[in-house]
């Protein structure tokens, strides 16, 4: 039957999916039918509204709910020296060091990361560390960044948009390299950092807070910016860096021999702001 589902998904044209899924969630809509749908949707995935800031006038379209900023105080950042913190609403999936390139995706299933970012810029990571956090399409869906730094490019990868569900992060192997994706560097006192922000089908599009460059776009090509030292910016730990436009997964990755993970539990559930590990 798994079989069958990837088959399907490889048939049918995500992509195009993605994309009107985006142009109609941008649709405004009656606030009472919206009112309706935030009603179902925040029962059925456990959304906690109150911690929302909420127009005026309502979310007048789906898209602005997905992407709705949180109270300010609705996440405390850990503010310990050195500490890493997470970057989303989410669960632990996977974490670890990357032996020989090769990232853990599922049990008996790796990836490479030479794959996942086709770039020279992949080779910092070679033996570092890395953490893949999966986002359930009640979470807050704004990504923030784990550490203090500076921004120093971004990686626009069109790709695939396969759905990252767990039978398919289970069974198909290089899932994250063939889906599109987003990537963040960032340059800190011990090291580099990546923020591989994975697309998905039905994630209308992912966004940067700092640069203009979005996913799933028509006749998308794949782009590389590298900031000179004049543009890199500034960006503290916990700070926006990016959105998705419904939930996906987001990919750390961390230089050789720069980090010690906390105490996690492949699994669990974290916070925005929550110290998952520290720098050494």
């Not at 029962?43 to 709705?68: D, H, Q, S």
């Not at 730094?149 to 990868?157: A, L, P, R, V, Y």
């Not at 695939?160 to 990537?183: A, G």
């Amino acid at each position: 039957m798994t079989g069958f589902k990837i088959l399907m998904f490889k048939i049918i044209p995500t992509s195009m999916l993605s994309m009107i899924f985006g142009w109609l969630a941008l649709i405004p809509l009656p606030s009472g039918i919206m009112n309706g749908i935030i009603d179902w949707y925040c029962k059925k995935y456990g959304v906690i509204l109150e911690e929302a800031v909420i127009p005026e006038e309502g979310f007048c379209n789906l898209n602005l709910f997905f992407t709705r900023e949180l109270k300010k105080g609705a996440r405390k950042i850990d503010k310990s020296a050195g500490s890493v913190v997470a970057t989303t609403d989410s669960r632990v999936d996977q974490f670890g060091t990357i032996t020989k390139e090769r990232i853990m995706q599922a049990k008996g299933i790796t990836y490479s990361v030479r794959d996942l970012i086709p770039s020279s810029e992949a080779e910092k990571f070679i033996g570092g560390k890395f953490i893949t956090l999966y986002l359930s399409p009640g979470d807050y869906h704004r990504i923030h960044s784990p550490v203090d730094g500076k921004i120093t490019g971004f990686f626009n990868i069109p790709g695939k948009l396969y759905t990252v569900q767990d039978f398919m992060v289970n069974s198909l192997p290089d899932l994250f390299s063939l889906n599109e994706r987003l990537i963040t560097y960032i340059k800190t006192s011990k090291g580099d950092v990546a923020v591989c922000k994975i697309g998905a089908m039905n994630v209308g599009k992912i966004s940067l807070a700092y640069d203009d460059a979005v996913t799933n776009r028509l006749f998308g090509k794949r782009f590389e910016k590298l900031y000179s030292k004049e543009e890199q910016k500034a960006v503290k730990k916990g700070e926006e860096i990016g959105t998705f436009n419904l939930g996906s997964t987001v990919i750390i990755l961390f230089e050789k021999g720069m980090l010690d993970f906390s105490r996690l539990k492949y699994g669990q559930k974290v916070k925005v702001g929550e110290k998952i590990g520290t720098l050494k």
